[in-house]
C-alpha cells in the first residue's frame, strides 16, 4: 500500500499538505510484533511436525529411517519458507497472489513432505501439517473466493492424507487411537487459521487507522487553506470589483471632457488599491499573529492527528507582542515536528516565567543526533534540512537555521528574545526566550492531557 509522500514546500496555512509518509513508531512496533508472533508460530510448528514425525514414527516400529530424516529436514525448510512469505503481510491482509517463484518456494517444500509420509509408518497426522500451515499463510495474501477455497483445499489435503497414511502403509490403526486423534485434527484444523487470519487482519486495521490518521492531518491542513483562501477572496474580490468599476468610470468621464470628475475617480481608485493592500497586509499578519491558545490547540490538534502525545502546562501572559511571538514560535515547531519528526511519540509544550523573562520550550522525541553529535547539550546541531530530524536549527545557545525559524529568531531578536535548538537524551528542544515584558503574569499552571495516540 502506498503512502504519502511529503511536501516540499508550504503555499499558504499553518502545516506542510501532508503528513510524512514515514509511519509512526506504534505502527511499526505493532507490524514487528504481529509478524514475530506469526513467524515463531511457523517456526514453534516446524519443531513440534519434525519431532512428531521421528516419536510416530518410532512408535509405529519403522525400519527405514532416511524417509522420515528427510521428512524432518524438509518441515524445517517449509518453516522457514512460511516465515519468508509472511513477510509479504505487511503490504496488507489480502495483497495478492505472491509472485510464482514465492509461491513454489512456500507450497514445494510442504507439498514434498505430505507426499513423503503418505508411505511412512505414523506419518498420517503429523505429515500434513506443513502444508495446511502453508495453505494459511498463502490465505492470507489472498482475498474473497480464492482465499476460502485454498482454505477448503487444505482441509481436504489435511483430512485426506490422514485418512489415506493408514491405508498407504497397510499400518491399521486402532480404533480408539484413532479416536484420540481425531480432536487434534480439529483442534490444528480451527487454531490454524485464528492464529493467522487473526494477526493479519489486525495488522489490516492497524494500517487503516494509519491511514485515517494522515488524512485527519491532511485534512486539518485543507481547512486552514480554504479559510485562508475564502478570507483572501472576500477581501480581493470586492475591492478589485470596486477598482475595476472606478478606472473605468474615469475613463469614460476622460473621454466625455471632465478631467476634474476623472481624476476624482482615479484618486478614488488609488485610496481604494491602498485599502486592500492594507487589509491584505493585515489579514497575512493575522494569520501569523492569531491568538497563542488557538495556536496551542492547533497544534495540539494536528501532532495528536499524526500519533502524538502533547502534553501543554502554560503561565497567561497578557503582553500582545509577547503572545504573537509565542505563537508564532509554537507554529513553527509543530510544523518542523510534522516535517522532519514523523515518528514523534510524545511533545510537551511548556510556556513559563524565568528570572530573566519568559521561556517557551517544545519538546519532542523520535529524531536522531547528526553523525559526531553524542546526544550531549554541549555539542552543536547541524543546521538545516541535513541535519538528521531536520528541525534547522543550530547549536546549544545558537540562533536558529533553516527559513521558517531563522526569520522566527531574528522577530524574537528585534524584541531582544532568541530561539534555540539542541538535542538532549534523545528529544529535540526548541526554545524561545523574550526578555520581561509589561503587564500582568499569571504563575498558575494548567496541564492538559493528551489523548491515547493512534496505533
Known amino acids: 500500500m502506498s503512502t504519502p509522500e511529503p511536501s516540499a514546500s508550504r503555499r499558504s496555512g499553518q502545516f506542510p499538505s501532508t503528513v510524512p509518509g514515514r509511519p509512526a513508531r506504534g505502527v511499526r512496533a505493532t507490524w514487528w510484533y504481529t509478524y514475530s508472533s506469526m513467524a515463531f508460530f511457523a517456526l514453534f510448528m516446524a519443531f513440534i511436525t519434525a519431532s512428531m514425525l521421528l516419536y510416530f514414527h518410532r512408535e509405529a516400529g519403522g525400519q527405514t529411517w532416511w524417509p522420515v530424516v528427510t521428512a524432518a529436514i524438509l518441515t524445517w525448510v517449509a518453516g522457514l519458507t512460511q516465515v519468508y512469505v509472511t513477510w509479504l503481510v505487511r503490504a496488507g491482509m489480502g495483497a495478492g497472489w505472491p509472485r510464482p517463484w514465492a509461491t513454489a518456494l512456500l507450497v514445494a517444500p510442504a507439498a514434498l513432505v505430505w507426499v513423503l509420509t503418505l508411505w511412512m509408518p505414523g506419518g498420517g497426522f503429523p505429515g500434513a501439517i506443513p502444508l495446511w500451515l502453508a495453505a494459511n499463510v498463502l ?23 490422514w485418512w489415506a497414511g493408514a491405508h498407504l502403509t497397510g499400518v491399521a490403526v486402532p480404533a480408539g487411537e484413532a479416536a484420540q486423534q481425531v480432536p487434534p485434527l480439529i483442534f490444528f484444523v480451527v487454531f490454524v487459521p485464528v492464529v493467522f487470519l487473526f494477526s493479519a487482519w489486525w495488522w489490516n486495521i492497524v494500517v487503516q487507522l494509519d491511514v485515517a490518521r494522515r488524512d485527519a492531518a491532511q485534512l486539518a491542513v485543507a481547512t486552514e487553506r480554504l479559510r485562508f483562501a475564502s478570507d483572501l477572496h472576500d477581501i480581493q474580490g470586492h475591492h478589485l470589483q470596486v477598482i475595476a468599476l472606478k478606472a473605468e468610470l474615469a475613463e469614460r468621464l476622460m473621454g466625455a471632457g471632465k478631467p476634474d470628475a476623472a481624476a476624482e475617480n482615479i484618486h478614488e481608485v488609488r485610496t481604494i488599491a491602498r485599502t486592500a493592500l492594507e487589509e491584505t497586509r493585515s489579514l497575512v499578519r493575522n494569520l501569523r499573529e492569531v491568538s497563542l491558545e488557538e495556536e496551542i490547540a492547533n497544534a495540539k490538534d494536528v501532532l495528536e492527528a499524526s500519533s502524538a502525545a502533547v502534553t501543554v502546562r502554560g503561565i497567561l501572559v497578557e503582553d500582545p507582542a509577547a503572545r504573537t511571538l509565542f505563537g508564532l514560535a509554537v507554529r513553527e515547531g509543530a510544523t518542523n515536528i510534522l516535517r522532519h519528526a514523523a515518528s514523534a511519540t510524545k511533545v510537551s509544550i511548556t510556556l513559563e516565567a524565568i528570572d530573566d523573562g519568559l521561556r517557551l520550550a517544545m519538546v519532542n522525541d523520535g529524531v536522531e543526533a547528526p553523525a559526531g553529535h553524542d546526544g550531549n547539550e554541549g555539542n552543536d546541531v547541524n543546521d538545516g534540512a541535513g541535519a538528521p ?28 528574545g532568541s530561539v534555540t535548538g539542541r538535542y538532549c537524551d534523545g528529544a529535540f528542544v526548541l526554545e524561545a526566550r523574550l526578555p520581561p515584558v509589561p503587564g500582568r503574569v499569571t504563575e498558575e499552571s494548567s496541564t492538559v492531557q493528551p489523548k491515547e495516540p493512534t496505533p
Do not use: D, E, Q
Not at 528541525?391 to 533553516?402: D, E, I, N, T
Open 139 to 161: 490465505s492470507i495474501l489472498v482475498h474473497g473466493v480464492t482465499r476460502r477455497l485454498v482454505l477448503a483445499a487444505g482441509v481436504v489435503l489435511f483430512a485426506g492424507h
Open 389 to 416: 530530524g531536520g528541525h534547522g536549527v543550530r547549536g546549544v545557545g545558537g540562533p536558529a537555521s533553516g527559513t521558517g525559524l531563522s526569520g522566527l529568531n531574528r522577530r524574537f531578536a528585534s524584541s531582544g
